[in-house]
Each structure stands twice: as C-alpha cells, then as structure tokens.
C-alpha cells in the first residue's frame, strides 16, 4: 500500500492525515497517510525513503519548509521562486519539491470572494510560508505589503526579493486594510501576539493561516474589537487538494462535508 506523511514540528495540530484518508476513500485510492514529527536530523533520511520508494509522498510543515530544499533533486518553479515546499513527490527518478500554498492561498481567498486590489496589507512572520502568501498577494493586485518578524533579518532576506515590502518593526502596527497571521504564534493556546489594535478602525480583515485552533487568540482579540476574521482552515483544503492531485492525479472535491469533518 502506498504511504504518505506530513512531517514537522509540533505536528500534532496537523489536519492533514483526516483529510487526505478522507479523500482516498472518498476516491477508491488504496494509500494511507500518516503524520510523522521528526527533527532537522531525520530530513535527509526521509527524503532517502522517497527516493527508495519506501514513502511515496510528504507534505512539509513548519519549521521545514525551507529547510527540506537542499535535499531535494529538482524543485517546480512555483517552489524557486518562494523557497518553500510543502509537496514532495518522485518522477523519473527524482524527487521533487513542490509548493502548493500559493494556489491554496489564492483559492481560499476566492472561495471567500474577497477582492484584494488595491488594499493594503500587513503581514505578520517571515517563516516558511509567508514567501508564497507574498507571491499570491502579488498576483491579487494588492497595493501595498507591509511586512513584520521577530528576527528583522528573515524580513530583510525577504525584501532582497521582493523590494517593494515595507518592513515594520516587531510589535509596532501600521495602517491596513487586512493583516495576515503567517507565523507559528497562536498554535499553542498560551502563545499570543502583542500588538496594539486598540487605535485601529474596526471593520479590517484579520486572517490567520493557522487552522488549529480553530480561533486562535489573534483572531479571538480582533473580533472583539468588530474585525471581520478568517481561519487557515480554506488554505489548508486547498493546498491538501492540490497536493492530491500531484499524488494521485485526481482533484478531490472540496465540498460542505470536507469542510465539517475538520471542525
Ligand atoms: P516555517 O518555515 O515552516 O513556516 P518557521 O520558519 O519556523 O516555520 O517560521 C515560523 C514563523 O513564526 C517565523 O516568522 C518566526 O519568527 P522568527 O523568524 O523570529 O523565528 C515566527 N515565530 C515563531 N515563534 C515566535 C515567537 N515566539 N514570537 C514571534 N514570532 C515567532
């Protein structure tokens, strides 16, 4: 039976094994998909099963996102450009890394019918993920991205190739029109973000790429306040359905009762 994992670190949050063994039997697909935590150590070894054919397929999390690229023989351009892989398939020999949350960003902004041009938007994290919300951004036709993180120099990396990002310091706020949660903050239940929103007009749009909890403490504060908010939770079905289709060459069907079994 074919095998595929999610590895990362924490993993217990991860969705992902309800979701694709959903999927496989929804599609007389016989494969199982597991969840695996490992250490940066294991990466290489995990990659080697690939290869082996031991494993057929891997969805990366954080903290591994960038971290799997030197272990990987060919990366999609899609990958290139954000340095960041969350799908790891094999073809012709190789093993190839893959980055589906550009489409799974994308495709959960437009289930939810939100048009982005011209707004203005300010992203919290630069970590594995942030560079394809960046590229799916760019090609919404936003105005402006402003751009925060603990370490000022990941933001700084990120500015080198997109120069028009206008960082903030950590913990200071800017004017927007949405903010974007791309870090690991909020994943614990003790884990918040200290910013001040007490200055800001209601009415903006908070979105948090963490689907686990399902309302983190960012968004909880934030909707007190009169903020619209979204969860990761569209993001995460999308990017696991384009991942499925790289795997197994059939686009699962994002519908009401794939959306409930994760609740
Ligand atoms: P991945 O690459 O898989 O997304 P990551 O690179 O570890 O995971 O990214 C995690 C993001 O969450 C980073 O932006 C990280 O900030 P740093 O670059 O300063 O590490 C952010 N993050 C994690 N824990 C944080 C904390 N306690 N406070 C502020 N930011 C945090």
Redesign the pocket.
Known sequence: MKKYFVI?DPIDHSLSPKLHNYWLKENNIQAIYDKKKINKDEIKNIIKDVKDEKIHGLN????????VLPFLDQLTPKAIMTQ?VNTIFKEADEVIGDNTDIGGFDLSLKYFSEDLKNKKIFI???????SSIILALKNSGVSKIFLS???KE?AENLKKIHKDLEIIE?GRITDFDIIIN????GLKEE?E?KLDLSKLNSNKLFYDVIYNPDKTKFLEKAEKLGNRILNGKMMFIYQAQLSFKIWHDVLPEVNDKVIKILN
């Open positions: 990362g990366v999390t954080v903290p591994f996102k960038n971290l960041s919290l994290g630069a970590g594995g993920v942030t993180n603990r370490t990941k950590w791309t870090t690991s903050l884990d973000i």
